[in-house]
């Protein structure tokens, strides 16, 4: 038997590392292990908005991204063809946006987590989740030169995404569950300017995105229905590439650039997973996700990270029962996304809005405070809650209904 962890985590990337780091950082013995190794790429949304970079700057950790040379995004615009929705994403205190890319951020966040005292295992391959009864005691795996090894521990935490080994093992609760509803593509193109904006643009059963990254290079996404990904699937490039000539301004710059690398893309089915059990915890995909078209996934990892390993530490040092700790990870985190997870799902079908919606997007344009609010919203700074509250669009249209007069 191995020598004995307070806490395993399976997985070290944006949910695995903080939640290791935060643990070690208040004195656990902490192991994580990655069947990656350190830089490494995994097919991303790239943006951690401004909620998620206080998290980093909390965590003494924002420096280093800065330093890396990642441009700030201090405007998130959205296209609509009639007209463009443009704003502030963050506040005053949290003001812009980074999209870096994920060899960059990931290896930072593991070497935070490393720095903290957590015992990292790179190229890690876990092979079995060990249950004991009812519960989770343990992992068995092998590094890609070493031998088996099992390791036990008093909490096993799975950061290891939508595919969760730990999850898989556990059978945890599923609710809210929607099946694949889009299918997106990205690469990175050289010369092709952003100037600090994250620019969307939306049309007809059909949506693009660009934002810059690191080394000068852009991040361009486009998506159309899941309905559609087994025929598209045939010509990437082709299909992409018409869906950015719906915004022949933007088709127009693209031309002038050179696409830097092959296509990735992915689908992925929208669920909660009950995060919790006896000696398990889920964080990150592992445990909740949804549709990529509002690019909140690093957030909700730093989200997450910080919620589970603030339960696992009152658990761990006996000031709550695991239970009560656990249960309230669960409820913050569920009523924290229960509104965007909606919104984003509607989204995701690429539906055109519904005639109350335009009404509303009708009135936000042209009023600077209610545009910071819809690019807040879209970059989780507040919830769709607060933005589609009834007063706020009370004085949306009241605005609107002024500017006319």
Not at 310 to 334: H, K, N, V, W
Request: net charge negative; proline share 6%.
């Amino acid at each position: 038997m191995g020598k004995a962890f307070d806490v395993i985590v399976v997985g070290t990337r944006c949910a695995g590392s903080p939640t290791a780091m935060l643990l070690a950082r208040k004195g656990y013995r902490v192991l994580a292990v990655d069947r990656a190794s350190f830089p490494s790429d995994t097919v991303s949304t790239h943006l951690v908005n401004p909620r998620a970079v206080n998290a980093l700057a909390r965590w003494g950790l924002l420096d280093r991204l800065v330093a890396t040379g990642c441009p700030p995004i201090h405007t998130y615009s959205f296209d609509f063809g009639a007209f463009t929705i443009a704003g502030a994403p963050g506040t005053d205190k949290d003001a812009v946006a980074y999209c870096p890319r994920r060899t960059i951020l990931d290896k930072l966040l593991v070497d935070g987590a490393a720095e903290s005292g957590a015992e990292i295992r790179q190229g890690f391959i876990v092979e079995e989740i060990i249950v004991e009864g009812e519960r989770v005691v343990g992992i068995k795996g092998r590094s890609k030169h070493g031998g088996a090894v099992t390791e036990h521990a008093g909490i096993v935490v799975g950061a290891d995404g939508r595919h969760s080994m730990l999850s898989e093992a556990v059978h945890p609760e599923h609710y809210r569950e929607k099946p694949p509803l889009l299918v997106g593509y990205y690469s990175y193109w050289r010369g092709l300017p952003t100037h600090g904006r994250f620019e969307t643009f939306v049309r007809d059963r059909r949506a693009f995105a660009a934002m810059p990254t690191h080394d000068d290079l852009t991040l361009v996404i486009a998506g159309w229905p899941y309905a559609e990904f087994a025929d598209n699937k045939r010509d990437i490039e082709g299909n992409y590439l018409k869906v950015i000539e719906l915004a022949p301004d933007f088709a127009g710059r693209l031309r002038n650039a050179t696409r830097e690398a092959p296509f990735a893309g992915a689908a992925v089915s929208n669920y909660f997973r009950k995060p919790y059990g006896p000696g398990w915890a889920l964080v990150g995909d592992a445990g909740y996700n949804r549709d990529f078209i509002t690019a909140q996934g690093i957030l909700d990892a730093f989200r997450d990270a910080e919620l589970c390993a603030t339960a696992i530490d009152q658990s761990l040092s006996g000031a709550r029962p695991f239970e009560g700790a656990m249960g309230e990870y669960q409820r913050i985190r569920d009523a924290e996304v229960g509104a965007m997870y909606d919104f984003t799902c509607d989204l995701a079908t690429l539906e055109p809005p519904p005639p109350e919606l335009q009404q509303i997007l009708g009135a936000v344009h042209g009023n600077q405070a209610a545009m910071d609010g819809f690019a807040r919203m879209n970059a989780g700074t507040i919830s769709p809650t607060e933005f589609f509250a009834p007063d706020n669009v009370e004085a949306i249209f009241a605005a609107a209904g002024r500017a006319q007069g």
